[in-house]
């Protein structure tokens, strides 16, 4: 073989040999990297086997000192209740159309027009808390009787507060006709503990806000919970309930009607409550007014004071939100407001203030009522920011 052909044969025999060597160094390295890997992932896995034995012993420890609290904190105490406490914070406000406890439905969906913004408090409820509320139409809200006259015996003791026992039924569902049951036979707003409940129908939901209609809440509620409404369960077929409960047909009025002048002093005011308004025009407010109205607002006194001889009348205080005054203009009473005159049904006129405007009207003895004027009212705003039409418009067409 001459020695170009060895050279020929002996560089590939070579070049073979260099790989099997290479490639066995790569195996060995690759089996050492291999270990090396395994044993990482080994201690990895005995250090997370111990974290979580750490972290389930830690849970374990945070749920018994939890559960001490708890117990220490929301136990009822047979011996002294007022130890017994649980965090109650209202999560968001009403901005209502109602501006004062008078006129605002004893009842909820009495008044289907009846538009409320709920505003959540965005650093107790987030957005996302309100994903799939929509798809319901109707919702439970739990609020505070917050403008209850006797709120302030709630922080006396017990023995102190004279807590009534029993309701008067007149102003309330349902109706006594002046007789008294006990409060939790009623829906009386002076309870123990000042919680009402309430159901409305869901317009829409935007952000942290819901549109709600056909409410029962005056303006500025502070709101505890809200829960969707569940007709199989929350609707009980059957459901009985004592005699002396009856449907107050008594409160419907006969009519109502609007004077000629009201339209163009709506028009007048309507330049500025639009901008604070749920409603869309002034003829959608004036619906508002005329449902609200179909029902008898005045409370008992009210509509048992004219028909006396003589009577007492004074101005009010709207500020006060109590429903047991009536109002009277200036023009009725003149100077006479401090001794006793006679006053018929037609000769009083009463106010109810809708979205801070003062709608003034009369009611005769047949209990048709006319709508006289509106003027702007001086009952202040609860909220700054407050919700409108325009920002809820593409959703309510």
């Known amino acids: 073989m001459s020695m170009a052909a060895y050279r020929l044969t002996a560089w590939p025999t070579a070049i073979l040999a260099v790989a099997v060597a290479a490639l066995s160094v790569y195996i060995s390295f690759s089996r050492r990297k ?23 012993a830690e849970r374990q420890g945070r749920i018994r000192a939890q559960l001490a609290l708890r117990n220490a904190l929301a136990k009822p105490l047979s011996h002294d209740l007022e130890l017994t406490s649980f965090p109650m914070t209202p999560i968001g406000t009403i ?53 209850n006259t006797d709120l302030e015996k709630l922080w006396k003791h017990p023995s102190k507060s004279k807590f009534k026992a029993k309701a008067c039924s007149t102003n309330i569902v349902p109706r006594l006709k002046g007789g008294r049951m006990g409060v939790f036979a009623t829906r009386s707003p002076h309870r123990p503990c000042p919680i009402g409940l309430t159901v409305c129908k869901i317009e ?18 502070p709101v505890l919970d809200i829960k969707p409404y569940i007709p199989y369960c929350d609707s009980i077929q059957g459901a009985t309930m ?31 409550s639009e901008k604070m ?15 609200v109205l179909s ?21 009010g205080d709207f500020a006060s939100n109590t429903t047991d005054f009536a109002d009277y203009s200036d023009e009725e009473v003149g100077d ?62």
């Open 242 to 272: 004592p005699t002396w409960v009856s449907v107050d047909n008594v409160l419907s009025v006969a009519s109502v009607s609007f004077s000629e002048s009201f339209s163009l002093a709506l028009a007048d005011c309507w330049v500025e």
């Open 34 to 56: 291999s270990r090396e890997l395994e044993r990482k992932v080994g201690e990895l896995e005995i250090s997370l086997k111990e974290s979580l034995a750490k972290c389930g």
């Open 336 to 397: 006479d407001r401090s001794h006793g005159i006679s006053l018929s049904s037609e000769d009083i006129v009463y106010h109810l203030i809708l979205e801070g405007l003062d709608i003034s009207y009369k009611i005769d003895c047949a209990g048709n009522v006319i709508v006289e004027n509106v003027t702007p009212s001086n009952i202040p705003k609860t909220q700054k920011n407050r919700s409108n039409y325009m920002i809820w418009k593409d959703k309510l067409s």
């Open 295 to 315: 029902w008898d607002i005045r409370s008992v006194s009210q509509r048992i004071r004219p028909h006396n001889s003589r009577t007492n009348v004074g101005t």
């Open 95 to 147: 901005q209502s159309c109602f501006s004062t406890r008078n006129g605002t439905p004893r009842q909820p969906l009495l008044v289907p027009l009846s538009r409320a913004c709920l505003v959540f408090d965005s650093s107790r409820v987030p957005p996302a808390s309100l994903e799939g509320l929509g798809e319901y139409s109707h919702c439970w809200i739990l609020y505070i009787f917050h403008l």
């Open 204 to 221: 829409a939901i935007q952000g942290h806000m819901i549109l709600l209609s056909g409410l029962d809440l005056v303006d500025g509620t």
């Open 277 to 291: 308004s749920l409603y869309a025009s002034p003829n959608e407010f004036q619906s508002l007014i005329k449902q």
